[in-house]
Nanobody, 115 residues
């Protein structure tokens, strides 16, 4: 059974930093594209950042230069380092693992940035 467990969310002031973690189990982690998505109230879920099995990364324009995605295949964990946080970054952040036609989701972690 595949499980993705996010952690590291919380309340932070604008300009601050948070590091999200997503621990995966029940899958061959290294072959999966791992992504972080977010969904703010009343908005659609959007891709924040992703990293492929080969280590390539992709970022939403709104977070480029502020967020960094990384993965540790030995620990089956993907991270999202978020710096210079803005109130607009407030959302529930979800981890996702994708391979071929399969996508698995975590339960989400709340990130709230106060102004």
């Amino acid at each position: 059974q595949v499980q993705l467990v996010e952690s590291g969310g919380g309340l932070v002031q604008a300009g601050g930093s948070l590091r999200l973690s997503c621990a995966a189990s029940g899958l061959s982690f290294s072959i999966y594209t791992m992504g972080w998505y977010r969904q703010a109230p009343g908005k659609r879920r959007e891709l924040v950042a992703s990293t492929t099995s080969g280590g390539s990364t992709n970022y939403a324009d709104s977070v480029k230069g502020r967020f960094t995605i990384s993965r540790d295949n030995a620990k089956n964990t993907v991270y999202l380092q978020m710096n210079s946080l803005e109130p607009e970054d407030t959302a529930v952040y979800y981890c996702a693992a994708s391979f071929a036609a399969y996508t698995y989701w975590g339960q989400g972690t709340q990130v709230t940035v106060s102004s």
